[in-house]
């Protein structure tokens, strides 16, 4: 976990610093929307990169030959990585269609993107949660799916994020500790077999 915790009135966007080893939560950012959630989400998520970074498990290098940053991933969960890469190329076939269940819950129009409000009021009563919550499970999982085809589907880092080095798993470790310490109905709901392998993956993990 992260070795302090810095909370600044400065930016938009919370973010692990592997640098000062702190997680920084923006005040804005963290009072974001009336969600508590969201609040733990947040946590989960950069708790995770604060995890991966510091106990070396995926980080960063300067490559001893080479003089450039390259990615060490561990193996384990690059095999992870790859089997939910192959799960969802054996159930929704080409790339473009992997984020096709997300879509499940939004319109499109001219106008541009939105969310069915039918579908998400049904989703919210049987869950019981807010529709903030809503908003924040199901960006989390479209951000999932930009992790696992490095922005070619899927929402919520820009394109060029995913070009920086190890950026695709490390996005989808912190993705899968907010399923293991908050949980995401969503998630569970639109990729079942993707939701358990992380769950046991991370119980694993973490000897739990």
């Known amino acids: 976990m992260p070795e302090k915790q810095v909370t600044s009135a400065k930016g938009e966007g919370a973010f692990y610093n592997p640098s000062t080893k702190a997680i920084n939560i923006p005040t804005k950012t963290y009072s974001f929307r009336n969600s508590e959630l969201y609040k733990r989400s947040i ?33 384990e969960f690059q095999s992870l990585f790859k089997e939910f890469r192959d799960t969802l190329r054996e159930s929704f076939g080409d790339i473009d269609n992997w984020d096709s269940p997300i879509k499940k819950y939004l319109d499109f129009s001219p106008d ?9 009021s049904s989703f919210i009563e049987k ?11 199901l960006g989390n999982t479209d951000d999932t799916l930009a992790a696992l085809t490095k922005g070619q589907v899927g929402r919520g880092h820009a394109k060029d994020y995913w070009k920086q080095k190890g950026t695709i798993y490390m996005e989808l470790f912190a993705h899968l500790n907010e399923n293991f310490w908050v949980g995401n109905p969503v998630f569970k709901e639109l990729y079942p077999e993707l939701y358990e392998s992380g769950l046991k993956f991370m119980q694993n993990l973490y000897n739990l």
Do not use: C, R
């Open 43 to 75: 946590f989960a998520h950069e708790g995770g990169h604060a995890w991966h970074f510091q106990s070396k498990y995926i980080y960063t290098k300067m490559h001893p030959d080479f003089g450039i940053m390259v990615a060490d991933v561990d193996k």
């Open 127 to 137: 869950n019981d949660i807010s529709v903030d919550d809503f908003y924040v499970l």
């Open 112 to 120: 541009g993107v939105g969310i069915n409000q039918e579908k998400m």
